[in-house]
T-cell receptor
């Protein structure tokens, strides 16, 4: 079975550019999560969706970050404009709907903003 | 929030059991204990979770203290592939979806 698929795996871009990270959740999963991992702050939840609807975006650092889930099989995390401090590994995870469901993580996108 | 405390690092010999401790003294009655692990250059991987009773699955066992202020993840026979950072997480409330990751325990397995 295919797991959570993220693209690209690596992204290097210059400050000020728009960055779009993509995620395909596991088929049948109705909850989707975006996380960010840095050495300084560890793993942080940015936003999560249930049934394509954003439920909690309190972890989104600022207005430069936005996330969408237009359908059950696709989500994007966009940073515009990007800054060097956005450099991190971004993970997408999905789970069945309901609390305490195991979350399945993708392999992440390593983002470097120069 | 129910904070969890774990040792920064532990070592184990290959093929020996490993007991990874976690303290969560402020946990509430509806907080589940979840364990995830993260292998190098990979996303976190779900290991096990429980509320009050001890739990077993193909990966590990979870022993939860009777007062629920601590728990122990047990790997029955450590392999080199088990070298990872292990995170103990108290999932807040019966209806919560939000995993709050701490620093975890880095487990090294010695051949």
């Amino acid at each position: 079975d295919a797991g959570v698929i993220q693209s690209p795996r690596h992204e290097v871009t210059e400050m000020g550019q728009e960055v779009t990270l993509r995620c395909k959740p596991i088929s049948g999963h109705n909850s989707l999560f975006w996380y960010r991992q840095t050495m300084m702050r560890g793993l942080e939840l940015l936003i999560y969706f249930n049934n394509n609807v954003p439920i909690d975006d309190s972890g989104m650092p600022e207005d430069r970050f936005s996330a969408k889930m237009p359908n059950a099989s696709f989500s994007t995390l966009k940073i515009q404009p990007s800054e060097p401090r956005d450099s991190a590994v971004y993970f997408c995870a999905s789970s069945s709907l309901g609390p305490n469901q195991p979350q399945h993580f993708g392999d992440g996108t390593r983002l470097s903003i120069l | 929030d129910a904070k969890t405390t774990q040792p920064n690092s532990m070592e184990s010999n290959e093929e020996e059991p490993v007991h990874l401790p976690c303290n969560h003294s402020t946990i509430s009655g509806t907080d589940y204990i979840h364990w995830y692990r993260q292998l190098p250059s990979q996303g976190p991987e779900y290991v096990i979770h429980g509320l009050t009773s001890n739990v077993n699955n193909r990966m590990a066992s979870l022993a939860i203290a009777e007062d629920r202020k601590s728990s122990t993840l047990i790997l029955h026979r450590a392999t080199l592939r088990d070298a990872a950072v292990y995170y103990c997480i108290a999932l807040l409330g019966a209806g919560s979806y939000q995993l709050t990751f701490g620093k975890g325990t880095k487990l090294s397995v010695i051949p």
